[in-house]
């Protein structure tokens, strides 16, 4: 009786094989498998000397003898596989159902395009980072001992590294790249493995690199309003007077003061070496209109600012319809220097952070979530406010944002004395993570650091 290969099973020329590999011996009639004595098996040339064993699994009784290899950690056969063309007993037996025992020759199987590869590069700095890509690391998973290798990591940013060696351990670790010269964007790191069978296709692994101060740009869409003090690029004077202050965020929300007699003054060096505003509490204001609406049932404001006073009603910072005080979306300080945020005039939220501490500098926050309300300053928190708001819709149609009080009506009255330095609105639910980063943000930035909680994830280094 003869053996014919009927069909292998689960391989695709040119792909990396997950285990096992395995295939079937088709017979011209059912056939009895006895492994008392031992298991067959058919040889497989890996390449290079390597040669491994695809033992009989299932099938006797049947025409269908299933034979199979479980790849392993270090196989690899660049140039695909070759299959002995017999059945090796090894002490074993096959016989038809008569007893009489088989052929066991087969015309083998074309199996070139059965390429193994177990390895694969892995990076173990994740992301890269400015803290990290001078000193980066990769290893190599499942290679063979004493295989060589060569790699090369390009970025999308712009940028390329390569090397070499030769694997001496499992894994084996790649470090001490530095990746600081390349770009920031996605890294590839393309991997050849190269031994005595061959030379493999590359296999790849990308990781991001970004090592760019984090800042409220970050943010994406969430981001709404951005002024910053300290970058002249945003700032129109008229020697000291500011007449506009351009917003970072992307949205071309510009404030500006046509009045000369109303402009904000810009103070060189006010706090932590960087430049700010000075509001006179008089009459300055700088506003923006026809902003459109605005989704602003979750809003989230960031004031980096120093009372002169230790107290006094005023609006630091507003939204909302010119002349309608219904509509005001802000916040700002009663007349007993208690910050308050959103809602209307008449119906706000309340917290029990003072707003004038000492007439130093502070980063007030205030974040909506629907009707609640939580305030912190400079990461310290306030009590949790109840769900008193207001329900309003989503998105308001908002037409002014305003800076030292709000445009019109009875707000105009509420002027603020105060030096602002950056002021970043989030018109979306903002994580705790963002809001955390943002504090990190400007408190390094500005010097207040030493006021955020011990606890901060951020108390030591910007993110």
């Known amino acids: 009786m003869r053996f014919l290969l009927a069909l292998l099973l689960a391989l695709l020329p040119g792909v990396a094989l997950a285990a096992p590999l395995s ?16 298991t067959p098996l058919i040889w497989l040339d890996f390449g290079g000397g390597e040669v491994r064993a695809a033992t009989y699994r299932a099938g006797s009784g049947t025409a269908a003898l299933e034979f199979a290899y479980d790849i392993a950690a270090g196989d690899f056969a660049p140039a695909g596989i070759i299959a002995a063309g017999q059945i090796e007993l090894a002490g074993g037996a096959i016989r038809d159902l008569a007893g009489n025992p088989l052929t066991l020759s087969f015309t083998p199987p074309d199996l070139s395009g059965v390429r193994v590869r177990t390895y694969r590069p892995v990076w173990t700095t994740d992301p890269i980072t400015a803290a990290n890509a001078a000193a980066a690391t990769f290893e190599i998973t499942k290679a063979p001992l004493g295989a060589s290798f060569a790699w090369d990591i390009t970025s999308d940013g712009g940028g390329s590294l390569s090397g070499s060696g030769t694997i001496a351990s499992a894994p084996h670790p790649v470090t001490g790249l530095d990746l600081s010269a390349l770009g920031d964007g996605t890294l590839t790191l393309s991997l050849t493995l190269t031994t005595t069978a061959g030379t493999g296709a590359p296999r790849t692994v990308t990781v991001g690199k970004d090592t760019l101060p984090w800042s409220p740009a970050d943010l994406g869409p969430a981001l709404a309003l ?38 904000p003054t810009l ?22 209109t026809g902003v459109g609406a605005l989704g602003v049932s979750n809003t989230s ?18 939204l909302g319809a010119t002349g309608n005080s219904g509509s005001v979306r802000t916040i700002w300080r009663n007349s007993g220097s208690t910050l308050h945020a959103f809602g209307t005039w008449a119906n706000d939220a309340i917290s ?29 928190p306030g009590s949790p406010q109840p769900a008193t708001l207001p329900v309003m819709p989503n998105p308001v149609s908002v037409d002014g944002v ?10 105009g009255q509420y002027y603020t ?29 500005w010097g207040l650091a030493g006021s955020l909680p011990v606890d901060h994830p951020w108390k030591a280094a910007a993110p």
């Open 301 to 318: 404001f960031f004031v980096v600012m120093r009372y002169a006073s230790a107290s006094g009603e005023d609006l630091p910072v507003g």
């Open 402 to 411: 305003s800076i030292g009080s709000m445009q019109g009506g009875l707000e």
């Open 352 to 380: 029990n952070l003072s707003a004038d501490i000492g007439g130093a500098y502070h980063l007030f926050e205030a974040v909506q979530e629907g009707r609640d309300v939580r305030f912190w300053r400079t990461g310290q």
């Open 23 to 38: 295939f079937t011996i088709g017979t011209s009639e059912p056939v009895v498998v006895d492994t008392t004595g031992g």
């Open 417 to 445: 004395h105060a030096t602002m330095a950056e002021i970043v609105v989030s018109y979306s639910a903002i994580s705790d993570a963002d809001r955390q980063r943002l504090e990190g943000y400007l408190a390094h930035k």
């Open 226 to 263: 951005w002024f910053d003090a300290d970058d002249p690029a945003t700032l129109t004077l008229d020697g000291a007077s500011v007449s506009q202050w351009r917003d970072k965020s992307g949205n071309w929300r510009h404030v500006g003061q046509a009045a000369a007699a109303q402009r």
């Open 267 to 288: 103070t060189a060096g006010a706090l932590n070496g960087r430049a700010a505003i000075l509001f006179d509490g008089s009459n300055d204001i700088m506003t923006a």
